[in-house]
T-cell receptor, first 112, second 113 residues
């Protein structure tokens, strides 16, 4: 079965600094990969998705992620953190559009 | 707003009581998913429907849990004889049949006392 592992349950950056949230996946078939963001007491909002087209995927709010098959990774980056980026971020994998398997999440803190 | 909606947003109940949650998906989406999210964890898949057919159920879905989607539109998730371990956020998501992105509702937070 497919799975993802998010490295680092908590990441703290200064405002304006690079954001890097790490995600590694495991799948026996070509996967679809996603990054979602969750604000307190809210549902999940899609940031971006990889669906076997371009390996560099651009999403909303200035985020992007690169699919690296050789490293089985799909890390999320943003060049310059903003205070409003503070939230919980989840990496997820699915195959054949069935159930989505999520990582444990990474809480991003942005310091002024 | 035509996104996924869930009702209620919060539910507090006593152990042993039954609870039912409702999810209204995006109207043209024929796939509907239920997830459970406990504190500090990512969502865990519970079950999914394509139209009114329940196609997959997780082992997490014990016999106290039942989900329905009788007309292929809204869905309900019922938990019988609730236990404190059922306290969690229950998330619903929907997607079109030919899509790979799931759209999530705001969730129902259940607290079992």
């Amino acid at each position: 079965a497919q799975s993802v592992t998010q490295l680092g349950s908590h990441v703290s950056v200064s405002e304006g600094a690079l954001v890097l949230l790490r995600c590694n996946y495991s799948s026996s078939v070509p996967p679809y990969l996603f990054w979602y963001v969750q604000y307190p007491n809210q549902g999940l909002q899609l940031l971006l998705k990889y669906t076997s087209a371009a390996t560099l995927v651009k999403g909303i709010n200035g985020f992007e992620a690169e699919f690296k098959k050789s490293e089985t990774s799909f890390h999320l980056t943003k060049p310059s953190a903003h205070m409003s980026d503070a939230a919980e971020y989840f990496c997820a994998v699915s195959v054949y559009n069935n159930d989505m398997r999520f990582g444990a999440g990474t809480r991003l803190t942005v310091k002024p | 707003d035509t996104g996924v909606s869930q009702d209620p947003r919060h539910k507090i109940t006593k152990r042993g009581q039954n609870v039912t949650f409702r999810c209204d998906p995006i109207s043209e989406h024929n796939r509907l998913y239920w997830y459970r999210q406990t504190l500090g964890q990512g969502p865990e898949f519970l079950t999914y429907f394509q139209n009114e057919a329940q196609l997959e159920k997780s082992r997490l879905l014990s016999d106290r849990f039942s989900a329905e989607r009788p007309k292929g539109s809204f869905s309900t998730l019922e938990i019988q004889r609730t236990e404190q371990g059922d306290s969690a956020m229950y998330l619903c998501a929907s997607s079109p049949a030919d899509g790979n992105e799931q759209f999530f509702g705001p969730g129902t937070r259940l607290t079992v006392l």
